[in-house]
């Protein structure tokens, strides 16, 4: 079980690698931080989720940018990455 938990719900998460999430903490403890971001792809969608980590005032922001997965063009792909960028990156900025 990786030692964070959702917001308000006291849940483990298990979604992303344990190993990575371990790595990722390690990091932060490294460097001082007491806020991380994991970013990394996902299915269509863009969002972001925050998690505590159990125990101490460590949050690790899972930030997922979305993929279009089922388009007819390259020009569609590209418009909608774009428009996934900026709903990424307000959904980082939002949180800081």
């Known amino acids: 079980?990786?030692?964070?938990?959702?917001?308000?719900?006291?849940?483990?998460i298990n979604s992303i690698h344990t190993d990575s999430i371990m790595i990722w903490i390690s990091y932060m403890y490294s460097f001082s931080s007491e806020c991380g971001v994991l970013i990394f792809p996902h299915r269509?969608?863009?969002?972001?989720?925050?998690?505590?980590?159990?125990?101490?005032?460590?949050?690790?922001?899972?930030?997922?940018?979305?993929?279009?997965q089922n388009v007819?063009?390259?020009t569609t792909f590209?418009?909608?990455?774009s428009k996934n960028e900026k709903v990424m990156k307000n959904n980082i900025i939002l949180t800081l």
Not at 1 to 7: D, G, K, L, T
Not at 47 to 66: A, P, R, S
Not at 78 to 81: D, G, P
């Open 78 to 81: 590209k418009k909608i990455m």
């Open 44 to 68: 269509d969608t863009s969002f972001i989720k925050i998690n505590k980590i159990k125990d101490t005032n460590g949050l690790i922001k899972k930030v997922g940018l979305g993929i279009p």
């Open 1 to 12: 079980m990786v030692p964070i938990y959702e917001e308000n719900q006291g849940l483990y």
């Open 72 to 74: 007819d063009n390259f």
